[in-house]
Nanobody, 124 residues
Framework: EVQLQASGGGLVQAGGSLTLSCVAS????????IAWFRQAPGKRREGVSC????????YYIDSAKGRFIVSRDNVKNTVFLQMNSLKPEDTAVYYC?????????????????WGQGTLVTVSS
């Protein structure tokens, strides 16, 4: 059974940090890209960050550059999203998603497997 389990969300004050984790099982994790998406109430889902398979190229949405760091541990089948200097506008449900393709992209149609989401709330 394919599973992606996201965790690490919570309530944090503006300027604080959180690290999200996404643990995968049931498929070949190391070769495909893993992305983090988020969706705030009343807003469209957006791709926040992505790490590719293989050499692990990374991508960040402009608003996350310099604040977020994505990494992966292929031994533990886990991807992390370290979020620093959080802002109220980062408040959203964050989802991890996995693709069988190694290329980095935030096209949600590329991602076959999705986690259940973890809520991040940043208070001002």
């Amino acid at each position: 059974e394919v599973q992606l389990q996201a965790s690490g969300g919570g309530l944090v004050q503006a300027g604080g940090s959180l690290t999200l984790s996404c643990v995968a099982s049931g498929f070949s994790f190391r070769d495909g890209a893993i992305a983090w998406f988020r969706q705030a109430p009343g807003k469209r889902r957006e791709g926040v960050s992505c790490i590719g398979g293989g050499d692990g190229d990374v991508y960040y949405i402009d608003s996350a550059k310099g604040r977020f760091i994505v990494s992966r541990d292929n031994v533990k089948n886990t991807v992390f999203l370290q979020m620093n200097s959080l802002k109220p506008e980062d408040t959203a449900v964050y989802y991890c998603a996995a693709s069988s393709l190694p290329v980095i992209t935030t096209n949600p149609q590329t991602y076959h497997y999705w986690g259940q989401g973890t809520l991040v709330t940043v208070s001002s």
